[in-house]
Each structure stands twice: as structure tokens, then as C-alpha cells.
């Protein structure tokens, strides 16, 4: 088979062998012309901020902008509904020429008044950058009119990679944090960071902590409200999951009020576990160190059996995944393992060095570690690594049908909880149903192949 890969890239990919030295480039721009799977940096504050379901949500810039990220995250919202609307200025040839700082005014003045929203999040993007609109001015004005934070994200999509869209999202979140009361916060409390309650698993999560007794003070990236994230620094702790979108909030709250992080993951049975136990170790609460065991024990008792039953069939198939942040993929290894599957292609957006470095670490030997890629790399190694089913999101869904292969949607748009113990038994039949499935003996490739086989 041809080989797609752009010299320019090839040391962004890394096969591990058995003895191997490890060595990987990333976080890097992408290569212009290799149609990258990645974002720009407007997306990635967008995608962060976007589940403060009480906070006014404005994209400065073309409503195309806003269209491309309009309920990009489906962060569920228990109570409302602001955050799934998507507001634009709809900059026009006109304000490319006078400017759009007026039309901003206008568009704030409005969306306030009719919607009364707690905080407003004013992103900009890259035309604003180029037409150089001074966005904070403005925010600042509309902020001593209105009386609530007016905070500007500059996020100008050219100007960096998706990565830098996290960070410019902490920063903004970041001003609202320490606004807010403290009284009354338990000494066993957390905040969440980095879970975004996409199908409803910070509920999970919160659910779990809460039988060991730990307060959850602000799901920051999940169900968020801006009241809970000014008095976020009350907490005792945060937990830090989507490490790449929020570990630098977590780092400024660290140094700003002295609130100690936890990395954790709560995806497959390994990491859930080992999470709630490092809450209670980090409490150092032998009663809640028991609840912990408890509820850990009552869960897996229940999900061994039908995960067993699972494995049956799905021993032996190989997977591939192109995840966001490289975090994941690690919890993702585990999981595919408890299922007797391999993993042979692992791929991330915006992995760091330290990150591609654990990757590594915990791969079989012959596995793919890709930054970056391209739908053309990625359709190579499914096909030379024949791989059985592939774990991605909406940009990578019509590469894995177009090969008759099967797919797992473990992105920002998945309507499953794919979090918690119970999120390991919808992981696991999905991706029974999806391997299993007979319709990928009717694709064209797989029909060929059977032809060839025949013959
Ligand atoms: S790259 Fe620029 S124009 Fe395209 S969506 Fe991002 S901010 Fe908008």
C-alpha cells in the first residue's frame, strides 16, 4: 500500500517497538495543505466554555463562525438553556471596512436586555483579529452599563492551534473565579474540570461523589453555572480529567489560591476506580476510603458478567482511535484490554510531549502514535492495520464507513455516557454492536476482499 504520510510530518508519528527509543514532535501548527483534523483556536475556547449554560455566549465575527461550532459540545444543562444558542454579529463586507465595534455594542446591549444572561462570553475570531476591533474596550463599556462580567476571549482562529483555544478559555474563566461567597463549602469538596456532561456523565460523577460525601462546589466544564465558578476557589480540590482543555485553569488556581489538582479519568472500570480512591486518599477520610470501596465493589459486581459476555466476541479484534486530547486515550487502552481487544492506531489533536510519552508507555508494541493527522494518514493505517473498529468523532465517522469499519463515537457530540461504570457497559455494547454488526460484510471493500478470499 502507498504510503500518504508528508515528509514534513513524519516525526509526528512514532510506531513503538520493542526497544525503540521514543521520540514524537507536537504541538506544533498544522501542516498547511494536510487538512487537518484539528480546530482552529476560536473553536477550542468555544468548546470549553460553552457548557456555562447561564452565561451569554457572542461570536464576534461571520455567522459562518458560529454555525461551525453551534452545539459542537452537547454539555447537558439541568437547568438553562442559554448556552445552545448561538449568537453572532455576523460581521459583513461593510464592517470589514468601518469596523464592528459598533454592531458588537449593539448585538451585547440586545442579547442582554432580552435574555438577561449571568456573564457574557465575547469570542473573537479571525477576521476580528485582522480588522483589529478593540473587543476588550468594549466589553468593558457593556460591563459598567449592564452590571454582570462582559469577558472578551481572544481567540482569533488563525493566530494558534485548538490548543491555545483552551487556554485562552482559562484565562477567561479565570476572571470569574474568586468573585463569589465561600461560606458554608465543605471541607470534602471539589470542583470538576475538564468533564463537559455530554450525555449527562457529570451527574454520574457527581452522583459517586457524593455517596462518599465529597461536595461538588462547580462543574466548571460541565452543567456549569457562572455563580458556581466565582466561588470555585472554595473548594478543597480540583479534578482535573480533560487535562489539554483545563489544566491551566487548574494551574492559575493553584497558584492564585493555593487549590491543589488531581488528574483523573473516569472513562473504563481501572481509572473510574482509581479516581474516587485518590479523592478519598487525598481526603485521608478512612470513612470515605470505605464508601469508596464500597461503591466500587457493588458496581463491579454488577458490570463483570455482561462485560464477560461481551468479550466472548470481541476477543482477538484490533482497534484504532483519534481522540482530542491525548489524556484520553490512555483510559481508552485500558478499556479496549478489559475487552480483550488491541489497540494498534492512537492518534490525538493536541497531545504534549508528556502525554505521547505515557501513550507510549502503555501501547503494545506496533502501535501507531500519531499527532495531528489527516484523514488520508488515518485511512492508510486502518487499512494497514486492518483494525476491526475506530474511535473518534464527527471527522473521523465518514472514514471509518467509507472503509466498512466499524465506529464509536467518543466525542464531543455522542448522546451516549460513555463515563462511569455504567459508561463502560454502553462503551462496551457499543462497540459490540458496531464490530459485530454484519452490514460491513455489504461495503464494497469488504465484499472485495471476501471475492479475493474466495478465489
Ligand atoms: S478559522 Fe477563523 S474563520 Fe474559520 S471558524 Fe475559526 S475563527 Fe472562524
Known amino acids: 500500500m502507498a504510503k500518504v504520510v508528508f515528509e514534513e510530518r513524519s516525526d509526528q508519528i512514532f510506531e513503538k517497538g520493542e526497544d525503540r527509543p521514543f521520540r514524537i514532535s507536537c504541538d506544533k501548527q498544522s501542516l498547511a495543505g494536510a487538512v487537518s483534523q484539528r480546530a482552529c483556536v476560536f473553536c477550542g475556547s468555544r468548546v470549553v466554555l460553552y457548557p456555562i449554560a447561564d452565561a451569554l455566549h457572542l461570536i464576534h465575527g461571520p455567522v459562518g463562525c458560529a454555525a461551525y461550532t453551534w452545539d459542537i459540545r452537547g454539555a447537558l444543562s439541568s437547568g438553562p438553556m442559554l448556552h445552545r444558542h448561538s449568537f453572532s454579529t455576523d460581521l459583513q463586507e461593510r464592517d470589514v471596512v468601518f469596523g464592528g465595534e459598533k454592531k458588537l455594542e449593539r448585538a451585547l446591549r440586545e442579547l442582554i436586555a432580552r435574555h438577561r444572561p449571568k456573564a457574557a462570553f465575547v469570542y473573537s475570531t479571525c477576521i476580528v483579529g485582522i480588522i483589529g476591533d478593540d473587543m476588550a474596550a468594549v466589553c468593558r463599556k457593556i460591563e459598567a452599563e449592564a452590571g454582570i462580567p462582559v469577558i472578551p476571549v481572544m481567540s482569533e482562529g488563525f493566530k494558534g492551534n485548538k490548543r491555545a483555544g ?60 457562572v455563580a458556581d465558578l466565582m466561588r470555585a476557589h472554595g473548594a478543597a480540590l480540583n479534578l482535573v480529567q480533560c487535562s489539554g482543555a483545563t489544566m491551566e485553569l487548574a494551574r492559575m488556581m493553584q497558584r492564585d489560591y493555593g487549590t491543589p489538582f488531581l488528574r483523573v479519568s473516569y472513562l473504563g472500570v481501572d481509572d473510574m476506580a482509581q479516581a474516587l480512591y485518590d479523592v478519598a486518599d487525598f481526603f485521608g477520610d478512612p470513612l470515605m476510603a470505605a464508601r469508596a470501596q464500597e461503591l466500587v465493589s457493588r458496581e463491579l459486581g454488577a458490570l463483570y458478567p455482561q462485560l464477560m459476555e461481551l468479550r466472548q466476541d470481541l476477543q482477538g479484534k484490533r482497534a484504532a ?38 501513550l507510549a508507555r502503555v501501547s503494545d508494541p506496533g502501535t501507531i502514535i500519531v499527532d495531528d493527522a489527516n484523514p488520508l494518514e488515518l485511512m492508510n493505517y486502518l487499512l494497514e492495520k486492518d483494525v476491526d473498529v475506530f474511535v473518534g468523532g464527527v471527522k473521523e465517522r465518514p472514514i471509518a464507513y467509507k472503509l466498512g469499519i466499524g465506529f464509536c463515537d467518543h466525542n464531543h457530540e455522542r448522546k451516549l455516557a460513555l463515563e462511569g461504570f455504567e459508561g463502560m457497559l454502553n462503551f462496551a455494547r457499543e462497540i459490540h454492536a458496531t464490530v459485530m454488526s454484519p452490514v460491513w460484510r455489504f461495503t464494497p471493500r469488504r465484499m472485495a476482499l471476501a471475492k479475493e478470499a474466495a478465489a
Open 166 to 225: 483552551y487556554a485562552a478559555a482559562c484565562r477567561a474563566m479565570a476572571r470569574l473565579i474568586g468573585q463569589g461567597p465561600t461560606e458554608g463549602i465543605s471541607p470534602h469538596s471539589v470542583n470538576l474540570l475538564g468533564d463537559f456532561n455530554l450525555a449527562g456523565e457529570t451527574w454520574i460523577i457527581k452522583r459517586y461523589l457524593e455517596q462518599m460525601g465529597v461536595e461538588v462546589v462547580a462543574g466548571v466544564t460541565g452543567d456549569g453555572r
Open 321 to 358: 482511535m483519534y481522540v482530542g486530547g491525548a489524556f484520553k486515550a490512555f483510559s481508552l487502552i485500558k478499556a479496549f484490554r478489559l475487552l480483550g481487544m488491541r489497540v494498534v492506531l492512537a492518534g490525538s489533536q493536541t497531545g504534549t510531549e508528556e502525554d505521547y510519552e505515557e
